[in-house]
């Protein structure tokens, strides 16, 4: 019998899709909260503090899965994966403005799916201690937290894995499509745009620092300044 893992919340209106999720997740080992409506899903969130991963179904009614999404990121970083039937680009950008991790459309491989789910609590839930420090900032890689003067900087994980892709890569100027590959993946569909979005939001969060350190590279893309 497999050991028992983390708890993954399921947010479809589909029984269904939320059926074959949950089976999938449970063979493997997982316990699954289900909801069928966006408000639900926020209602189990809010009452379940051992919640791991949130997987959300765009088109839900009450509220649909961006929002869901944005609520959540109000109060948590807990990794977040949107799940729609359509491929638009609109929806992905959508996905990933509400603060999203990652973006499946349907219909897909219950096995892969199960799959990017481990690979997104890995980069969450790791257990080593590598850090990279400068002047205020300190992000410990492995435990994928970020200081800054102390104090924990709430990122979600594309922001912090911008952050370490561009600190470990600090001094070069880095394309808008090296950061796109690096961080969301040769398969991902969405556009540049994506990037400037997520490097804005991570600037801020920056503070000061962001505003001295990361910049902009015009006609090219971004540079991290130690």
């Given at each position: 019998?497999?050991?028992?893992?983390?708890?993954?919340?399921?947010?479809?209106?589909?029984?269904?899709?939320?059926?074959?999720?949950?089976?999938?997740?449970?063979?493997?080992?997982?316990?699954?909260?289900?909801?069928?409506?966006?408000?639900?899903?926020?209602?189990?969130?809010?009452?379940?503090?051992?919640?791991?991963?949130?997987?959300?179904?765009?088109?839900?009614?009450?509220?649909?899965?961006?929002?869901?999404?944005?609520?959540?990121?109000?109060?948590?970083?807990?990794?977040?994966?949107?799940?729609?039937?359509?491929?638009?680009?609109?929806?992905?950008?959508?996905?990933?403005?509400?603060?999203?991790?990652?973006?499946?459309?349907?219909?897909?491989?219950?096995?892969v799916l199960v799959k990017r789910i481990e690979a997104l609590l890995r980069r969450s839930n790791p257990e080593a201690t590598e850090l990279n420090t400068q002047k205020g900032l300190v992000i410990?890689?492995?435990?994928?937290?970020?200081?800054?003067?102390?104090?924990?900087?709430?990122?979600?994980?594309?922001?912090?894995?911008?952050?370490?892709?561009?600190?470990?890569?600090?001094?070069?100027?880095?394309?808008?499509?090296?950061?796109?590959?690096?961080?969301?993946?040769?398969?991902?569909?969405?556009?540049?745009?994506?990037?400037?979005?997520?490097?804005?939001?991570?600037?801020?969060?920056?503070?000061?620092?962001?505003?001295?350190?990361?910049?902009?590279?015009?006609?090219?893309g971004y540079k991290f300044e130690w």
């Amino acid at each position: 019998m497999n050991e028992q893992k983390n708890t993954i919340l399921i947010a479809d209106d589909e029984p269904r899709i939320t059926e074959l999720i949950s089976d999938f997740l449970i063979a493997d080992g997982y316990n699954t909260l289900i909801a069928q409506d966006g408000e639900a899903a926020l209602q189990l969130f809010n009452n379940h503090k051992e919640v791991s991963l949130v997987i959300l179904d765009i088109m839900m009614p009450e509220m649909d899965g961006w929002q869901v999404c944005r609520e959540i990121r109000k109060t948590s970083n807990v990794p977040v994966m949107l799940l729609t039937a359509r491929s638009e680009e609109f929806d992905q950008l959508m996905g990933f403005e509400s603060g999203a991790d990652d973006y499946v459309t349907k219909p897909f491989s219950p096995a892969v799916l199960v799959k990017r789910i481990e690979a997104l609590l890995r980069r969450s839930n790791p257990e080593a201690t590598e850090l990279n420090t400068q002047k205020g900032l300190v992000i410990n890689k492995d435990a994928y937290v970020a200081y800054m003067d102390g104090k924990v900087l709430e990122l979600t994980l594309k922001e912090f894995e911008i952050l370490v892709y561009l600190s470990d890569n600090h001094s070069r100027v880095l394309t808008r499509d090296q950061i796109l590959n690096a961080v969301w993946g040769y398969d991902f569909e969405g556009d540049n745009r994506t990037v400037d979005s997520h490097v804005a939001r991570l600037r801020t969060k920056l503070g000061d620092f962001g505003n001295t350190k990361l910049k902009t590279v015009y006609g090219m893309g971004y540079k991290f300044e130690w």
